[in-house]
């Protein structure tokens, strides 16, 4: 046997162990270590069954992905792992696949072609594929409906979610879970079935859970509206839906050749590229180059928040669903009041649509300690400051912060516009100090930039990296510029959707035109739900921190003067009802009309191209002045910022991933063309330009400085 498989045998079985770590990926030698291991085993008259199990935290969490890239790149030919599967079902002695951790994408492929499944507790079984933009590739989607039914199968292919061990069992994906010793009980499993059974079940030839074409035809029409909303731009779970149709319609065989097509036109598209490097980018954000290895974070067992705000009150909730005891302190007890009703509705309304239950919620509401001191904020692990946006204010808490808190303790700000350095100062200990910038709603959002300030330690970074897990959040690292890394590119984007409604096209054509793109939201509709009074208070303090002169959009200071503020005020950029549902407002449109007639901007016609063009290539400039003054690690960090704050989509694999497949010299030359038409705003990031001249990619960049 080679490294990565291992063989040993318990008087008449066999064990076929795969050593691969971290997560026993199928990478080259598995599939013929496991290959080798069933022929060994049936060449020996003395075995008489075999045991499938993964070595070490999971059984086969699915194909290598990095071989993907390289197969993509024309690298290397794709291994197949049908001919392993069918050597396991095909096998005259029965194999019995032992699952714990993930079995996951060639690993429950490999699991559903064994004769029987058995499961720890723990074990989650999944068809992730989707994911990453691909299919399942080794009849997954022939073998999951014969065994799970087909509507288990469109689900689990579609969604890409796992499924919880206890869930497999009763859908009939597992035959049995094991408690206590997996292997042991796998055994124990195997010699009863060998004991009682001369035959044992091959799934492929299993079809009395393919249903019939009564029952299947509006069960794939269904699945296919519902994938129009859940998978908006997406090709992988169409083609996951056909593939499982082909199953119900098709004999085994017929049916995986036309899962391996659609597989193989999955594979090789932009969207699995895009999203095999949100995979590994998410992955690698982690990972700070030049850390101290030796830099620990801080164990948090108590917490501290200060203010209980729109987000004090969504942090607090974050360290409660962790089981994190925290304090949460105000001024006044109203205040106070106030932020716990928010609390309680929130956990509330997760009650009434069945997420949470009654207990838990108790639980969690017992963990979140309101007061109106500093008492207790001695014992605190980590204090969040979330007071108004005031940096005497700030500076007054930190100086308190400073006497209080225990040494060692991370003091962090959830300010989004100040400069922590100067909040820092005002400590004996600036290098506890950092930037925790949530995003709202804080119990929601994933996105977490973690700011380092100039003295902030590497003890502090590690800390806050180990605070974003524990939240389940997306730490991302940045430096301390205005706005950080998100904002400072949002700016950009929003001030080109006000240009281009007064330079003529509609508010509807602006929105429909990013959202066509595949943006979560139109630009006009993120302003009006985000308040347009903070949208020109957050510009209004920008102006400090640019070039003067410089044109400025007017119609949203016009509307802000109007008192239409967005959703929460009913109108803004759009109309909205009750529900706040928006419609288009014909005032907006004679508005905007007025206000270009009168500032002489001439309208004209503008294409869907240039809306997304202006918009998302104002993103990618700015992305690049960012990354080339050292506030973003990598170009990647760029676009998890994007993709877990601001609504990108993820199958363009994030702006900067955007910008190298559309070629970094079309995005520089029209950057350029831009400057020309509208001046300052468009002046070319030097790095874009020296990419574009070069023929780079920003992707190519992270590799050559060797994060
Ligand atoms: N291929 C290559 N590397 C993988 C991998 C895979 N399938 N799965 C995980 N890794 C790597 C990660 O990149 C990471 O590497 P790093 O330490 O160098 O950053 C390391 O393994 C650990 O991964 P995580 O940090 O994600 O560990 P967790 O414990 O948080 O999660 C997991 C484990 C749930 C297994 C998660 O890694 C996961 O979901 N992996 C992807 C599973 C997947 O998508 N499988 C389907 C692959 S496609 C396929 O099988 C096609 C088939 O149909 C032919
Ligand atoms: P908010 O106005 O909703 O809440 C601030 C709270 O702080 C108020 O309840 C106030 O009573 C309390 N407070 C003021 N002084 C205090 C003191 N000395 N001690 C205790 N409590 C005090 O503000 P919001 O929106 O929660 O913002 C808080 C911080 O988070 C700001 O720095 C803001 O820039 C930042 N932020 C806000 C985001 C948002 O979308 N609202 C997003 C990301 C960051």
């Known amino acids: 046997m080679n490294e990565l498989v291992s063989y040993s045998q318990d008087n008449e079985l066999a064990i076929i162990t795969i050593n691969n770590p971290p997560v026993n990926a199928l990478s080259p030698g598995v599939p013929e270590g496991i290959a080798e291991g069933v022929a060994r085993a049936n060449a020996d008259d003395a075995i008489k069954g075999l045991v499938l199990i993964g070595g070490g935290r999971t059984f ?35 194999v019995v696949a032992a699952l714990h951790g ?6 429950l492929e490999i699991a559903m072609a064994c004769h029987y499944r058995v499961a720890a507790k723990d074990a989650q079984v999944g068809q992730p594929e989707v994911k990453l933009g691909i299919i399942p590739g080794a009849a997954g989607t022939q073998r999951l409906p014969r065994l799970a039914g087909v509507a288990k199968a469109v689900e689990m292919c579609v969604s890409g979610a796992p499924v919880k061990a206890a869930d497999a069992l009763a859908a009939g994906l597992v035959d049995q879970l094991i408690e206590g010793d997996l292997l042991a009980g796998a055994q124990a499993f195997l010699r009863e079935k060998i004991a009682a059974n001369a035959t044992h079940p091959r799934t492929r030839e299993r079809n009395d859970k393919l249903g019939d074409e009564a029952t299947n035809t509006p069960l794939f029409a269904a699945a296919r509206e519902s994938a129009k909303k859940t998978a908006r731009g997406l090709t992988a779970p ?25 597989f193989e036109q999955c594979l090789f598209s932009d969207q699995a590229k895009a999203l095999m490097h949100v995979f590994f980018a998410e992955r690698e954000v982690a990972k700070v180059p030049g850390l101290s290895p030796d830099a620990k974070s801080i164990e948090i067992k108590q917490a501290a928040i200060i203010g209980a705000g729109t987000m004090g009150g ?63 904020f001695e014992n605190a692990d980590v204090i969040i400051e979330a007071v108004f946006e005031n940096m005497a204010l700030k500076k007054e808490i930190f100086a308190e912060l400073d006497k209080r808190a225990k040494p060692g303790a991370l003091l962090a700000s959830n300010t989004s516009s100040l400069n922590l350095d100067e909040i820092a100062a005002t400590t004996s200990r600036a290098s506890s100090v950092i930037g925790l910038h949530f995003f709202s709603p804080a119990n929601v959002m994933r996105l977490l930039e973690i700011v380092r300030g100039k003295a ?48 003529g096209a509609s508010v509807e054509a602006v929105d429909k035109a990013l959202t066509d793109f595949g943006m979560a939201m139109g630009i006009l509709a993120v302003d009006d739900m985000a308040g347009i009074d903070v949208g020109v208070k957050v510009r209004q303090e920008n102006a400090k921190h640019e070039a003067p002169g410089r044109r400025q959009p007017l119609v949203v200071d016009r509307l802000y003067e109007m008192g239409r503020y967005g959703q929460k005020t009913g109108a803004g950029w759009y109309k909205y ?71 990108f989509p993820a199958w363009r694999g994030g702006p900067m991933w955007y910008a190298d497949t559309v070629g970094l010299k079309t995005v520089y030359d029209r950057v350029c063309e831009f400057q020309a038409q509208h001046g300052a705003w468009w002046e070319p990031a030097p790095l874009l330009k020296r990419l574009a001249e070069t023929g780079g990619t920003f992707a190519a960049l992270g590799k050559a400085k060797g994060d």
């Open 60 to 94: 086969i969490a699915g194909a290598d992905i990095k071989e993907f890239g390289k197969v993509i790149s024309g690298e290397k030919k794709e291994g197949s792992l049908l001919p392993l599967l069918t050597a396991l079902e095909d096998s005259p002695k029965p």
């Open 577 to 647: 009802d009750e529900n706040r549902r928006a419609t288009p407002d014909p005032a907006v449109a004679a508005l905007i009309e007025k206000t270009a007639q009168a500032a002489g901007i001439t309208r004209r016609e503008i294409g869907a191209r240039e809306i997304v063009e202006r918009c998302v290539y104002a993103l990618i400039n700015e992305g690049a002045k960012i990354l080339d003054e050292g506030y973003a690690l990598r170009a990647g960090d760029i676009d998890i910022v994007y993709l877990n704050g601001y609504g």
């Open 314 to 376: 969504g942090i607090a909730m974050n360290f409660a669903n962790a089981g994190v005891p925290v304090l949460l302190k105000e001024t006044t007890q109203e205040a106070l009041d106030r932020g716990i009703a928010t609390i309680t509705k929130n956990y509330s309304n997760t009650v009434k649509k069945g997420r949470l239950t009654e207990e838990a919620m108790a639980e969690r509401l017992a963990l979140i300690t309101p007061t109106l001191g500093y008492d207790g």
């Open 102 to 107: 993930s079995a996951f994408g060639g690993g």
């Open 238 to 262: 169409f083609a996951a839906i056909d593939a499982v149709e082909a199953a119900t319609k098709l004999s085994f065989d017929e049916g995986v050749q036309v899962e391996r097509k659609l």
């Open 456 to 503: 902030t330690s590497d003890e502090a970074i590690a800390s806050a990296f180990a605070l974003g897990k524990l939240m389940k959040k997306v730490g991302v690292l940045v430096g301390n510029c205005h706005g950080f890394v998100g904002n400072r590119m949002f700016f950009q984007y929003m001030r080109e959707g006000h240009f281009l409604v007064e330079e």
